[in-house]
Nanobody, 121 residues
Framework: QVQLVESGGGLVQDGGSLRLSCAASGSFFSINAMGWYRQAPGEQRELVARITSGGSTNYADFVKGRFTISRVDAKNTLYLQMNSLKPEDTAVYYC???????????????WGQGTQVTVSA
């Protein structure tokens, strides 16, 4: 069974930094695109950043220049370096990945359980 497990969330002050990690485990052939999403209370889940298997990235406008997404395929791990954090970045951050399990012919979308990021003013 394929799983995504996030870590690295927490409480940080305005202007601080955090690094989120998302590790994929289980039996699978490949990991395609991966991404980070976030959901604040009362809001819809929104894309933060995404990275393809080839390393191409795209970012939401509200994080450009502050967040950096990266991946280490040898470790099946996705990262999100978050700098210059603002109170409005407070949300649950979710990892998402398109993964082809060993018993499937097509990739499936997987989600992690989420990690809380809280930025105090």
């Amino acid at each position: 069974q394929v799983q995504l497990v996030e870590s690295g969330g927490g409480l940080v002050q305005d202007g601080g930094s955090l690094r989120l990690s998302c590790a994929a485990s289980g039996s699978f052939f490949s990991i395609n695109a991966m991404g980070w999403y976030r959901q604040a209370p009362g809001e819809q889940r929104e894309l933060v950043a995404r990275i393809t298997s080839g390393g191409s990235t795209n970012y939401a406008d509200f994080v450009k220049g502050r967040f950096t997404i990266s991946r280490v395929d040898a470790k099946n791990t996705l990262y999100l370096q978050m700098n210059s954090l603002k109170p409005e970045d407070t949300a649950v951050y979710y990892c998402n990945a398109d993964i082809r399990p060993t018993m499937m012919r097509m990739p499936l979308a997987y989600w992690g359980q989420g990690t809380q990021v809280t930025v105090s003013a």
